[in-house]
Every structure is written in structure tokens, then in C-alpha cells.
């Protein structure tokens, strides 16, 4: 014992005399307290390697690995330096904890620190509150450091070990609560005279191994701030900028400044939903390549907000959709480059976006102001319009160039002078997943599918934009279709196809996800532009939306293919958007107007029939070769979905006013056309409505139908090959002009049953389809006699009579009939287990849940149906005339609509109907 004191004692006074010798050599002769003195008030250690960004490092072994964990081994405490949060009074912190198993017999803990104050290196060299779960002993030890150590409280908890856990404290001026993973373990107020009323937040570790991720801080009246962990050298690999990084070669920038808008209920419908979350908006210049140059506002509102912007061809106006204060729509606005010449360019009660500048100066932009309202979100659809003669001193003249039903958007410009934009739409088919790429004519001609209809991950492809001098190449946003409009930024390329595969067809070019889908990324990246097709614009939330003084808000960021970013500028009181190089454009072919403007005035009248293209149809056979056995389609069928008229209140069966079990539209039939005995057909067809065709057999049924619209402007001639044929492939040669192409164009023609039935209310259009006038009356004729009442043959009443929405004969043969099948939503298969079931009384597709994939023929409707096969036989001892047949065929190949009105009784009651 003598022996080991002694040496003790001489390692003390050896460790003492190296502290004189180094102090004398440094700092001249001092006594011993000053020499401990300047030990306690030693600065943190400062190696690199163990460095955390936004921490001071005093002792311990602390280490950051690439997912945000920080592990501490020995003793010491990792003291987080913020000005926001260093003298902390009120608030809360929560951090995720992971402590792995020790000795039972030994006593270690790790944990926090509350109110932190002149930490130095030292166990208890410090002031303020240490919260450490001690799993060996089964209690949370709290105790209170004063460059000394003073036990508090020990509340007895069962700490897990091996598994993540949660520390949660909230704390006021001289109380706190400890939960673990949301239980309580105490509650202590400190009423000694040395409490600590304030200070800052640091992490601790004593004699163990611990490991923390997911720090967030709350202080009073102010949202939780998530405190990222990253490694001083991350951060210097990070800034060590690759040459597509390299700011020194930008040209200057335009970008606009607010807060962000409100969260919408699906991507399209935030041109009306998504409020400003706050007053005030800017549009500045900024030079990356100066960074000493101050950034120029052009224009500012400090009541206002500004909902997009884009830039002139020559680089010299500005427009953007904004609203002033107590303003409820968008509207156009125009100012020069120099912040002269503000303009207002259009007005009404109508909400008008994303201008876009064509060729001969016109703008194509977004607005409300056709009629209408989407299927199955609330509000007005949105449609693509154009704005000519709106110099100073000239009429505007503003007409319609997109019939969707549901909502265009996003417009720009590609270098073959068509317009690229984004259609959200669904024709019989899925609800979600269907916001593809499409490209038309400035004047509404040439609509075409450009990328993605049936691709599901992406939901919606939208803020594209060429490269520079590229048709096939595009940036993007890769957005879900519910949710913020926000998600990844990625690369579209169309030389895989139209329908290219991931990988191919499009890249995620950010690789924070690799999935979309219909995930909500609130502070996700948008507004991506492309500078070249290596180096990228666009505005970024950080993921969190939080930057180190605690605030949320956008940035704008270089972004490379690589998905490598850097940060460019963030203002410290508004999120930053719409990033677009000041530079002028190439020129652009014009591409000269086929067809004369029609305005919005001319389209309210949902019962005009005067606006009218005629289509030419090469050969109905090319395309469905192996599927379709030529000359099985004698007639196309044009239907038409009807814009709604009301909005949406409350929902049954997903919609509002309830439609029917499968689709949510009205429907009109505009008629029959004949094919010619060579497949062709030459006929007319309304014009900007949204209209798809249905080939029929020779007894009227559907043999397949299309799954996306088909656009026709006033006075336009449309051709097509084909039905499926492929897109890429060069048109059929013909050996002779198609025998439709040598006649005139038909008038499609209704068949007599459809236009003389009696109908329950004078509809504006006898040719809107409705099930109690035209499959009802044949039921009661050829049906109830043993088809009603509770004894009803085989359990199907079909009579009549009311339900809560339909008809109980509706409701049988779709319900109680348990006809629906799920088909698998990718491939557009059947799904086995459904398959299993047996063939369908009445087979049809709820477009909540409709396949996303081109659709084959036969697979729906009459064809897929068993009550085809029962009508069509002496069922009952009764033959049912062809005529009274295709009633029933036609209903379930519009995909079994029930009413013919979007008109309703109950406005407040579920499905606006009972």
C-alpha cells in the first residue's frame, strides 16, 4: 500500500512539474492556482478529425458518420454552438439515443445537457443540468453541475439498451419534464438558489459508448429545428467544388423572393389552394460569378406575393403571375429587366399563371376562366390560354387552347416551337398517376403526348424544361400528385420512348430519394433550370426547410448530373424560387397559327355545337395486329366527358355529387362513324372537348377504347395511322389514298333509341347518357318479372325503386353482384386472386384504383362482362332484341355511369345526392 502512495505521489508531482516547466517556457512564472485555472479555461480541443460542424468538442471521443451519427466514447460533453439557441429559457429539446450493454456492476451513463454555460475540458467543468439514462442502475440520473457535481433526482426507469430510444425534456425558468419515447419519467422544478434560469444545449457522454441522431430544438412560440450532424471535412469535401460547381463562369441570375404557399391538395390545384404563408415578395438580380457585387432588386411588394415568374426571349422583360394585397387571384403582370415598365396584362375573377413567351411575342399561360371544376379535388380546373395584342394601347385578345377537364400547367417553350406542359388527366383509368408530359401548337393544334402516361413512379413530371438546343432532352421536377408540388429534380430522356423506363427514360439527377411516388416533400427540390446539360438551377428547402439560425425557407443551388449541389444565395427572411439565367434564348422557329383563336366566351356554353375538326383515321387495324382480328371493329364510338359543373363538398364513393360506381364524369355520345371495309374513317368531331373514341363490333360493343384524350381546335384536321400503333415508328405505307380520305367527312349519328327514350328531366343534351332512362326501361321489360322484391331470383332485385345514391337495380348488378376486380395498377393484369373470383357479372374500373398501363382490348366493359353472355342468350325463356341489348352494352362499356347531371338535391349530404 506504502509503495503504490508513493508512486502515486510521484506521478502527481511529475505531472505538476511538466505543468510549472510549460507554463514558465510559455507564460513566464505563475503559481499553481493560476496554472489550474488556465487548464479548466482551456479552449475546446481542436483536431479536425473530430470535428462536428456547429459543435464545440471539450474531451471525449466524438465521431459523425454520413447518416447523421454522432458517437461519444470516454467522457465528454459536445457543446452546440447557435446564437438562437445558446441562452435558451424555455423550450425543448428531443433526441434519439442508442446505448449499448455494459457491465451491470458498473455505473456510466450518457444523455444531455440543459442550460449550458462556460463548459471547459473537465468532467464537471461546467454550469447546468445533466438528463443521463443510466441503463446499468434502471434510473435517469438528473443533477446539476456548478464546476462541481450535485445529485437531484433519480426516478427509477427501465432503460433499453441494443435499440434506439427517444430523450425528449421540456424545460421552463426553473422546471423540467424527462420522457422516454413519450412516457414521462419526471417531473422537477428547482427551487434552490442555484438554479439555472438559461443557457445552451450540449450532448454528453460519461465512461461509455453512446450514439445520437434526429436532434431537434424547440424554443418558445417558435416551430422545432432539426440540428443536422456533419463533419468539419464533410463539409470541406462538400465545398471542394468539382468544375460543374464552379460559380466563376454564371451568368447572372433572376430569381423571385417569398414565403411559400400553403400546402395544396394535389400538384395543378395549388394555382387556387396554395396560399402565401406570409406578406411580401421580390424579384432580384444576383451575379454568382461577383460575389461582391450587391444583389439588385428589381421589384418589390411588402403586402404582396408572386406566385411565379419566367423570362422574354431577348432577356429583357419579366413576367409573373402575382396578386396585390386583398387580392384572392393571380394575375399576369410584365416589367422590364431594368425595374421600369410595370404592367398589369390581365384581369377578372379568374386565377392566371405561368406566363410563357412564344415566338412572335404572345404569352401562353394557365387560367381558370373557362368553366369547370376538377373531378375529384376541389376548386376550378385549369386550362392552357393564349394572350395576344397586349402592347400598351392594343385589345387583348385571350383564347382557349387545351380542352382538359381536370387541369393543364407549367407552359414553356421548346426549340421546335411547340409548347411542352404538363396534362393531368384520366379517361376511364387511374386517378393518381397520370401527370405526363404533352406538347401542342401555340395556337392549340398538334396535341400530342410528349412523356409518361403510363409511368407511375413519377406521379407528375412537370416544370420541364429543354435543354438548351434540345427537343429530347429535359429537366424536371419529379413531383407526387398529392402533396406539396415539390420532390426530386431529374433528367427526361425521350430518345428511350415515350414510355421510357426508369434508368432510361428518366434519372433522379438529386439522389436524396429514388422514389417519388406520392410522397409528400415539403421542403423538397423545384424550379429547376437547365444552364447546360451538366449544370442546373434550382430552389431546395435543405430537406427540412431548417438552416442553422433556426428559420425555414428555400434556397437556390447549382446542381450537377452527379446530383452534387452548392448553395448560392438564401435570404434570411424569404424563401428563394424561380432561379432563370438573364441570358437571351436561340431562336425559336415560329410555328404559324393553323386555326383562328376562340375565346373563353365562346367555350362557357357547354352546349355549343358549332365548334366543330374533322379527323381522318388511316387504318383501325394498324397497331392492334394480334390482338384484334381485322374487321371485328365496324363503327367508332365518340364520347365525351363532360366538364363539371359543380364543385366538390363532401364525397361518396370518392366523388362530389356521386357519379356512379366506376366513373366520375358525366357522358355524352356524339355518335357512331362507320369504318371503311380498308379500316379507314374520315368524320367530324367537336372541337375542345374532351372527347375519346371507342371501337365498336358489329353488334355495338366495345372492343377497345381509348385511355387519353383527343384534342381537335375549331377548323382543325387531324390524322392518325392508327389505334396503339407505336409512336416512333414511321407511318404504314399506303398502296392507295384510304377509301374514308376520298369521301367526305360523316356526322357521327346517334342511334334512334338514344335520341327518342323519355327522359325524367329535359337535359340541355339529349345525347348525355343516364342510367334510369336508358338500361331501366329494359330491365322492367325483359327483368323484373322475376327479378324483384326480397324473393328475387337469385338474390338480384332489378327493380327501380331509390337507395341512398343510385337505383336498386344499379346497386345489385354492381354490388351485391360483387363484380368489382382489382386489376394489379402497374401491368393492368388482372390480379390472381381476383381472377379466381370468376368473370365478373359486370366488369368495370373504379378510377380511385384503375391500372396505369395501356389498355388491351377486351379486358373491360361488355367484353369482360357475364351479363353479356346472359342477355345474349334465352335467359328466362326471353330473346332481348339486339336494340334493347346495346343499351345495356353501352352502359357498361362508358364504364357504368348513373347519372347524366353533375345538378343535385342534397348539397350538404355525402355525395350531394340522398
Known amino acids: 500500500m506504502f509503495t503504490l502512495n508513493c508512486y502515486r505521489f510521484f506521478t502527481l508531482f511529475v505531472c505538476f512539474c511538466l505543468i510549472v516547466f510549460i507554463t514558465i517556457r510559455e507564460c513566464s512564472f505563475v503559481s499553481a492556482d493560476e496554472v489550474l485555472e488556465k487548464i479548466l479555461a482551456m479552449s475546446p480541443i481542436d483536431l479536425e478529425t473530430g470535428q462536428i460542424d456547429g459543435f464545440n468538442r471539450y474531451d471525449g471521443d466524438w465521431t459523425v458518420d454520413d447518416n447523421g451519427v454522432i458517437t461519444g466514447n ?55 443540468y445533466e438528463i443521463a439514462p443510466s441503463p446499468e442502475n434502471s434510473h435517469v440520473n438528473i443533477g446539476l453541475h456548478r464546476f462541481n457535481y450535485k445529485p437531484l433526482q433519480q426516478p427509477a426507469f427501465n432503460i433499453p439498451t441494443g435499440k434506439w430510444f427517444t430523450l425528449h425534456v421540456l424545460f421552463h425558468e426553473t422546471s423540467f419534464e424527462v420522457r422516454l419515447n413519450g412516457k414521462i419519467v419526471t417531473k422537477y422544478e428547482d427551487k434552490t438558489s442555484s438554479v439555472v ?148 396584362l390581365t384581369e377578372g375573377p379568374y386565377y392566371d399563371v405561368s406566363p410563357c413567351e412564344t415566338p412572335d411575342g404572345n404569352l401562353i399561360f394557365v387560367s381558370t376562366r373557362r368553366f369547370g371544376y376538377t373531378v375529384c379535388q376541389p376548386g376550378p380546373s385549369s386550362n392552357l390560354h393564349r394572350l395576344q395584342n397586349f402592347a400598351p394601347g392594343q385589345t387583348p385578345i385571350i383564347s382557349c387552347i387545351s380542352m382538359n377537364t381536370l387541369s393543364d400547367f407549367s407552359p414553356q417553350m421548346m426549340p421546335n416551337g411547340r409548347v411542352l406542359f404538363t396534362r393531368w388527366e384520366y379517361i376511364d383509368r387511374d386517378l393518381t398517376f ?89 421542403w423538397g427540390y423545384r424550379d429547376p433550370f437547365p444552364l447546360s446539360e451538366e449544370q442546373f438551377l434550382c430552389s431546395y428547402g435543405d430537406g427540412s426547410g431548417f438552416y442553422r439560425d433556426g428559420k425555414k425557407r428555400f434556397a437556390l443551388y447549382l446542381l450537377n448530373r452527379n446530383g452534387e449541389k452548392r448553395l448560392l444565395f438564401e435570404d434570411k427572411e424569404q424563401s428563394c424560387f424561380f432561379p432563370i439565367p438573364l441570358t437571351a434564348t436561340l431562336p425559336i422557329p415560329l410555328v404559324v397559327d393553323r386555326v383562328k383563336p376562340t375565346t373563353p366566351q365562346d367555350l362557357n356554353n357547354p352546349e355549343n355545337k358549332s365548334l366543330t375538326g374533322t379527323v381522318i383515321l388511316m387504318n383501325v387495324n394498324e397497331g392492334l395486329q394480334g390482338l384484334v382480328e381485322p374487321g371485328k371493329i365496324v363503327a367508332l364510338r365518340i364520347t365525351e366527358q363532360i366538364r363539371k359543373t359543380e364543385d366538390l363538398v363532401h364525397r361518396a364513393y370518392d366523388q362530389s355529387p356521386v357519379m356512379s ?20 374513317a374520315h368524320f367530324i368531331v367537336p372541337a375542345l372537348r374532351e372527347i375519346y373514341l371507342q371501337g365498336l363490333d358489329s353488334e355495338g360493343r366495345e372492343v377497345f377504347r381509348m385511355m387519353s384524350a383527343l384534342q381537335v381546335m375549331p377548323g382543325e384536321q387531324l390524322s392518325c395511322t392508327g389505334c396503339h400503333e407505336n409512336r416512333n415508328a414511321a407511318p404504314v405505307p399506303f398502296k392507295q389514298i384510304p377509301i374514308a380520305a376520298r369521301k367526305d367527312p360523316v356526322v357521327p349519328k346517334n342511334p334512334d333509341w338514344f335520341l327518342k327514350r323519355q327522359r325524367l328531366n329535359e337535359f340541355p343534351d339529349e345525347r348525355v347518357f343516364d342510367y334510369p332512362t336508358i338500361v331501366q326501361p329494359v330491365l322492367d321489360q325483359y327483368c323484373i318479372s322475376c327479378h324483384h322484391g326480397e324473393k328475387a ?69 361488355s367484353y369482360a362482362s357475364r351479363l353479356t353472355e346472359i342477355i345474349e342468350s334465352d335467359h328466362g325463356g326471353i330473346k332481348m332484341p339486339l336494340e334493347d341489348r346495346q343499351k345495356i352494352y353501352y352502359w357498361m362499356d362508358a364504364n357504368v355511369p348513373y347519372y347524366g347531371t353533375y345538378a343535385h338535391a342534397r348539397p350538404n349530404a355525402a355525395g350531394r345526392r340522398d
Not at 430522356?493 to 409528400?520: H, L, P
Request: with cysteine; aromatic share 12%; hydrophobic share 30%.
Open 74 to 128: 470516454g467522457s465528454g460533453k459536445l457543446v452546440y454552438n447557435s446564437e438562437v439557441f445558446n441562452n435558451l429559457t424555455y423550450g425543448e429539446i428531443s433526441v434519439d439515443m442508442f446505448l449499448p450493454e455494459t457491465d451491470k456492476n458498473s455505473y456510466r451513463n450518457a444523455g444531455i445537457i440543459l442550460k449550458i454555460s462556460e463548459p471547459g475540458i473537465g468532467h464537471d467543468n461546467f454550469i447546468g
Open 197 to 344: 434560469r438559461f443557457g445552451g444545449i450540449a450532448l454528453r457522454s460519461w465512461q461509455r459508448s453512446v450514439q445520437y441522431r434526429n436532434m431537434k430544438i424547440k424554443k418558445k412560440d417558435l416551430d422545432w429545428v432539426a440540428v443536422p450532424f456533419r463533419s468539419i471535412s464533410q463539409i470541406k469535401k462538400e465545398t471542394a467544388w468539382v468544375s460543374t460547381l464552379e460559380t466563376k463562369n454564371l451568368p447572372p441570375i433572376i430569381f423571385v423572393t417569398r414565403h411559400p404557399l400553403t400546402r395544396p391538395n394535389s400538384v395543378g390545384n395549388d394555382i387556387w389552394m396554395g396560399k402565401p404563408t406570409a406578406s411580401g415578395c421580390s424579384i432580384r438580380l444576383m451575379e454568382p460569378a461577383k460575389p461582391e457585387k450587391e444583389i439588385r432588386t428589381i421589384f418589390s411588394d411588402p403586402d404582396g406575393s408572386i406566385y411565379d415568374m419566367n423570362l422574354s426571349a431577348d432577356a429583357k422583360t419579366i413576367y409573373f403571375s402575382y396578386r396585390q394585397r386583398g387580392e384572392t387571384f393571380w394575375h399576369l403582370w410584365s416589367i422590364g429587366v431594368d425595374g421600369h415598365g410595370l404592367r398589369k
Open 434 to 522: 397520370r401527370q405526363s408530359l404533352w406538347t401542342e401548337n401555340p395556337d392549340g393544334t398538334g396535341y400530342q403526348l410528349f412523356f409518361g402516361n403510363t409511368i407511375r413512379d413519377v406521379g407528375t413530371f412537370w416544370q420541364a424544361r429543354p435543354s438548351p438546343g434540345r427537343h429530347d432532352l429535359l429537366l424536371a421536377t419529379f413531383a407526387p400528385h398529392h402533396n406539396y408540388p415539390h420532390g426530386m429534380i431529374g433528367l427526361i430522356n425521350r430518345n428511350a420512348g415515350i414510355e421510357g423506363e426508369k434508368g432510361k427514360g428518366f434519372i433522379y439527377v438529386t439522389k436524396d430519394s429514388q422514389s417519388v411516388g406520392d410522397q409528400n416533400f415539403p
Open 661 to 680: 360506381y366506376g366513373t366520375y364524369y358525366a357522358k355524352r355520345d356524339w355518335g357512331t362513324v362507320p369504318i371503311e371495309p380498308d379500316g379507314s
Open 793 to 861: 331470383e337469385g338474390g338480384y332485385d332489378l327493380t327501380g325503386g331509390r337507395t341512398r345514391f343510385f337505383s336498386i337495380s344499379y346497386d345489385h348488378l354492381l354490388g351485391t353482384s360483387r363484380s368489382y376486380r382489382q386489376h394489379d395498377m402497374q401491368t393492368g393484369k388482372m390480379l390472381p386472386k381476383e381472377a379466381a373470383k370468376g368473370k365478373p357479372l359486370v366488369h368495370f374500373f373504379w378510377l380511385l384504383f384503375t391500372p396505369s398501363s395501356v389498355s388491351e382490348p377486351y379486358i373491360t366493359g
